[in-house]
């Protein structure tokens, strides 16, 4: 069964601190994708990846960063953490290749609850 | 802009009744359409796609959506709700523009009361 595992459920941190979010895929899948989700907003994109070294910005990159080295890891790195990014951040992945029109699912981690104090 | 619409925050239902929960969408072109829910403290999981067809689609736990291209609708359904259906459900589009970027709505938090 497809499976994306995110390596913290919770975690708290200090602000000005630089936090990682891990996430791994077992389908080899081209694409990972960062959400963060908050009440009321739904998810909203932060970066994706469609391939390995490849990365774009989604809607709301701002300080963050994110590296794939490999196919199954995409990471999520706040620079320099600040309280208003306190939220829950989702992981997920999907196949079929960039630029062609994708009508497959992403397939989600379970989440990882970031508190920045 | 494109953009999904939930209209709804919440929508309460009985067990045993039938449940709606809407979405209207507007992108350009045709676009693949998506529903997911999630469960507390979970990753959202798929329920059913919308890419061509029937516009009646149906899906995991005896969900099915109805898609209308007049009215840009891909609304959500079940005929009979159950206790555990109670969750967030989020609709999903793909403009088929050649890529892969997913636009969610913000969400329609359903609860079935016993």
């Known amino acids: 069964d497809v499976k994306v595992t995110q390596s913290s459920r919770y975690l708290v941190k200090r602000t000005g601190e630089k936090v990682f979010l891990e996430c791994v895929q077992d389908?080899?899948?081209?694409?990972m994708f960062w959400y963060r989700q908050d009440p009321g907003l739904g998810l909203r994109l932060i970066y994706f990846?469609?391939?390995?070294?490849?990365?774009e910005k989604g809607d709301i990159p701002e300080g963050y960063s994110v590296s794939r080295e490999k196919k199954e890891r995409f990471s999520l790195i706040l620079e320099s953490a600040s309280t208003n990014q306190t939220s829950m951040y989702l992981c997920?992945?999907?196949?079929?290749?960039?630029?062609?029109?994708?009508?497959?699912?992403?397939?989600f981690g379970d989440g990882t609850r970031l508190s920045i104090l | 802009a494109q953009s999904v619409a939930q209209p709804e925050d919440q929508v309460n239902v009985a067990e045993g009744n039938p449940l709606t929960v809407k979405c209207t969408y507007s992108?350009?072109?045709?676009?693949?359409l998506f529903w997911y829910v999630q469960y507390p403290n979970r990753g959202l999981q798929f329920l059913l796609k919308?890419?061509?067809?029937?516009?009646l689609v149906k899906g995991s736990y005896g969900f099915e959506a109805e898609f209308n291209k007049s009215q840009t609708s891909f609304h959500l359904k079940k005929p009979s709700a159950l206790v555990s259906d109670s969750a967030l459900y989020f609709c999903?589009?793909?403009?088929?523009?050649?890529?892969?970027?997913?636009?969610f709505g913000a969400g329609t938090r359903l609860f079935v009361k016993a």
């Open positions: 990846s469609y391939d390995v070294k490849m990365k």
């Open positions: 919308y890419i061509t067809g029937d516009n």
């Open positions: 389908m080899d899948h081209e694409n």
């Open positions: 999903a589009v793909i403009p088929y523009t050649g890529g892969f970027k997913t636009i």
């Open positions: 997920a992945s999907s196949p079929t290749p960039y630029r062609k029109g994708s009508n497959q699912p992403q397939h």
């Open positions: 992108v350009s072109g045709n676009p693949y």
